[in-house]
């Protein structure tokens, strides 16, 4: 296949480890006392309307310009519809994520790849057919929303529970093809690895790191989940578990990405996810931050020196 490369961009530095800057709990957990690098920033949750005059909802603005000045801001995006099949200047990324990730500051833009349209009612946990004919798709949309973000456009593995018909890959052949030829980036969901390999038999965690590119990965995701239906699922609901410390450990001993980022949040994936809140799930997102900084810290103590520094000056 002819390669299709995007705008070419540096790795961005190393930024250390933060959180997503979650709303659905904000009614009960103090996101803005914690000790951290930066938020990771829904840009769903943000964007105003596409039927109405505004990229950002009013008072999601005035939120994000109080977040600015605690400390950097990151740009995640989940529905922007970048992989599915309507025109790409049409989609929710194109309308109104790339101008909001510009506003915040942002060095580089995550993105699920998912398939999506304008309904935005069967994406989560749609991941695309791992094939040469969709990498090859993607690949083409994928270097144009970077050019036009005009930053690194990282691209987030997905939590699956049924596999996509018609795939001649798995999802770790399928991301590496996806860079190499888009010439962008990976953000690693390391729960949602765990996650399948749970879910799938003969899923190899070990052979994940292996495959991907590594030196692509500019983000990393830390969650938890939880069994329901007989199924395990990426709830982002509970304590990070060991086989993800694990991972987290295997992949900081080969690589260097740019930033951490953990994530709790309430109830938008299923009814039954469980309710955080109160002192108890307070203290476990607190003892996962710490863990978090603390493993980030013994594998680059020189970046985490430097990070004081800057922040001291």
Request: hydrophobic share 40%.
């Amino acid at each position: 296949m002819t390669t299709v490369k995007a705008a070419t961009f540096s790795k961005p530095t190393p930024m250390g480890v933060g959180i997503q800057y979650n709303p659905e709990i904000l009614d009960w957990f103090p996101f803005e006392e914690l000790d951290v690098d930066f938020f990771e920033v829904l840009l769903d949750n943000v964007m105003a309307p596409l039927d109405g005059p505004h990229i950002i909802k009013p008072a999601s603005r005035k939120m994000l310009e109080r977040l600015r000045t605690k400390c950097p801001l990151l740009a995640h995006s989940n529905y922007g519809c970048d992989f599915g099949f309507s025109p790409l200047e049409e989609t929710a990324a194109v309308r109104r994520h790339v101008d909001i990730a510009k506003t915040i500051g942002s060095p580089w833009v995550a993105d699920h790849c998912f398939y999506g349209d304008e309904s935005w009612l069967d994406i989560w946990s749609s991941p695309v057919q791992f094939s040469q004919v969709e990498v090859e798709r993607c690949a083409v949309r994928a270097a144009r929303l970077q050019d036009i973000y005009g930053m690194p456009l990282a691209h987030e593995n997905a939590a699956y529970y049924l596999a996509c018909p018609g795939a001649e890959m798995r999802e770790a052949e399928f991301m590496a093809r996806l860079v190499e030829h888009a010439g962008t980036y990976l953000h690693l969901d390391l729960h949602n690895i765990y996650t399948n390999s749970v879910n799938f038999a003969g899923f190899d965690l070990k052979n994940y790191l292996d495959t991907i590119p590594l030196d692509r990965v500019i983000a990393v995701h830390l969650a938890g989940g939880s069994w329901f239906g007989g199924i395990y699922h990426d709830w982002h609901d509970s304590r990070i578990p060991p086989q993800v410390w694990y991972l987290y450990e295997e992949l900081l001993s080969r690589t260097m990405p740019s930033a951490i980022i953990l994530e709790y949040q309430g109830q938008a994936h299923h009814p039954d996810t469980r309710v955080l809140g109160g002192q108890e799930d307070g203290d476990m997102i607190r003892e996962d931050l710490a863990r978090a900084k603390s493993i980030w810290c013994r594998h680059f103590p020189d970046a985490a020196v430097a990070q004081e520094r800057e922040v001291s000056l």
